[in-house]
């Protein structure tokens, strides 16, 4: 051959695999089984980008090495085609996400077929495809069966152009990264799947897997198992606990403010006692505007708020302690609250400079500038009772001293949160969960799955920030499962990784 012309060749002979079904796996029970699979895209507007055919060509190089090797080979392809992506290009540009996805599907298809690749388009799956995600919701009912998925009223980062929901990762500087809007936090009733019901064994089956040590670390300090103590501080003349975690109760001498995440109950119930609520208010606000992932960043300045008219009284040394709010307490890890030990904790030092507050060593560990943060070593001062011991040993005596004076106990805390899995958008797998007045939040039957997205006309956001299913009287109007009364369809969809993962 001298000149190759692959328009003409390669063409061809995709061709003749389409007609011949080349690629196509039947059971043999005679071969060995081999089952190549690959993450599906998203079918995006702009087509393949070269993250897609990168890890596609090096599988099916292996794929049809293994076809070669007379093994029975299964190497599919599919779409993740639910999400966000597809629905606010469907809204900017006034065309329906499912003629948005059919396209960009077709688009990404005639792209990998022009490449070659050996898929078996037989076994095509797509998310979005009510056969395939009636499994999904399966699997959802099953979880709720099991205690696994639950509702709850969580904070959630609000873009108030985009009328949604945002994920941390979603957040970029306080600004939602699609439109570039300040982000808010907004209180929404969000169903949640209980992925911290396996955080113990997330962490201690990794010693079952081959996996290098480094990704194993990542793994554990994103699910951050700790052990400590609950331990409550009554706030000054009221019948009140303020309940705080912390992974060093031995440090508890050396507390001389408490900080409150600006999200805490506490405030809305002693409003009228604070004095300076104007600038509480003021902070709230403030901290609204940020994602988690920013307020929990070390290297950012301390900012906080000093409750005028409340305090807080140390259980250990009876010492009364202001309480502060700073953004850099989360709601959604431990309790919100905090005692703060400035000499030993490097953002609690910060902060305690920054706002001059006492700063009380409580261990000698033969260093003598403060912070010293790498105290599990050294010996316990100005700790009364505590005095002389190890650090074990006073966390040990610590745990043991609140426990018997019913001041707290002993604790296991996660960083790892429950999966928010709901979303107020078009675009998604309906929730198959009905909400009863007598039975309360009630499973689909299976026999009637899949809840079929309704075919609409307006899939907009709706201004109060509820899915536009919300709208639909026939979506919505339907019967209990359990007492055949009327009953209020769940109108949330499932987030996009539903179908993927």
């Known amino acids: 051959m001298r000149e190759y012309n692959p328009n003409a060749i390669e063409k061809k002979w995709q061709e003749k695999w389409d007609e011949n079904e080349t690629f196509k796996s039947v059971i043999d029970k005679n071969k060995k089984k081999f089952y190549p699979l690959v993450e599906f895209p998203y079918p995006s507007g702009q087509g393949l980008h070269v993250g897609h055919p990168r890890p596609y060509t090096a599988l099916d190089i292996v794929a049809r090495k293994r076809r070669l090797q007379g093994e029975n080979v299964i190497y599919p392809m599919g779409w993740d085609a639910f999400g966000l992506p597809t629905e606010n290009y469907a809204i900017k540009n006034h065309i329906h996400p499912s003629i948005v996805t059919k396209n960009n599907i077709e688009n990404f298809k005639a792209q990998m077929k022009s490449i070659g690749f050996s898929f078996d388009w037989s076994k095509e799956v797509n998310t979005t495809d009510p056969n395939y995600y009636k499994w999904t919701q399966w699997i959802f009912i099953q979880l709720y069966k099991h205690g696994l998925a639950y509702k709850k009223e969580m904070p959630v980062n609000w873009c108030p152009s985009c009328k949604v929901g945002l994920a941390n990762e979603e957040v970029v500087d306080g600004k939602c990264e699609r439109c570039g809007s300040e982000v808010t936090h907004k209180v929404k009733n969000q169903w949640m799947l209980k992925i911290t019901e396996y955080a113990d064994r997330l962490i201690d089956d990794l010693d079952e897997v081959d996996y290098e040590e480094k990704i194993k670390t990542q793994q554990k300090n994103w699910i951050g198992r700790s052990h400590g103590a609950e331990i409550n501080f009554s706030l000054k003349d009221k019948d009140y606990k303020l309940n705080v975690y912390t992974t060093r109760p031995d440090t508890i001498f050396g507390a001389t403010y408490m900080v409150i995440a600006p999200e805490h109950p506490m405030l809305e119930e002693f409003k009228d006692e604070i004095k300076n609520l104007d600038d509480v208010k003021e902070y709230q606000d403030f901290a609204k505007k940020k994602s988690d992932f920013e307020r929990s960043e070390l290297t950012k300045e301390k900012t906080g708020v000093m409750l005028d008219g409340i305090s807080a009284i140390n259980p250990i040394n009876g010492k009364e302690i202001p309480i502060w709010i700073s953004d850099y307490v989360l709601i959604s890890y431990?309790?919100?609250?905090?005692?703060?030990?400035?000499?030993?904790?490097?953002?609690?030092?910060?902060?305690?400079?920054?706002?001059?507050?006492?700063?009380?060593?409580?261990?000698?560990?033969?260093?003598?500038?403060?912070?010293?943060?790498?105290?599990?070593?050294?010996?316990?001062?100005?700790?009364d009772f505590l005095n002389g011991l190890s650090v074990a040993d006073a966390k040990k005596k610590m745990i043991e001293f609140v426990e018997e004076k019913n001041l707290g106990s002993a604790k296991v805390n996660y960083k790892l949160r429950d999966w928010v899995f709901s979303r107020q958008r078009y675009w998604g797998e309906p929730i198959p969960m009905i909400y009863c007045e007598e039975h309360g939040w009630v499973a689909e039957k299976e026999e009637n799955l899949p809840i079929k997205l309704p075919e609409v006309e307006s899939y907009e956001v709706t201004d109060d920030g509820e899915s536009p299913l919300s709208k639909i009287d026939e979506f919505v109007n339907t019967t209990c499962p359990i007492c055949g009364k009327p009953a209020k369809r769940e109108t949330d969809t499932m987030p996009q990784w539903a179908g993927s993962s």
């Not at 902060?351 to 560990?365: E, H």
């Open 334 to 383: 431990g309790t919100g609250a905090i005692m703060a030990v400035p000499a030993h904790d490097d953002r609690d030092f910060e902060f305690a400079q920054k706002f001059d507050m006492p700063i009380v060593p409580v261990i000698n560990t033969g260093d003598e500038d403060l912070p010293t943060t790498s105290i599990d070593k050294g010996i316990l001062i100005n700790s």
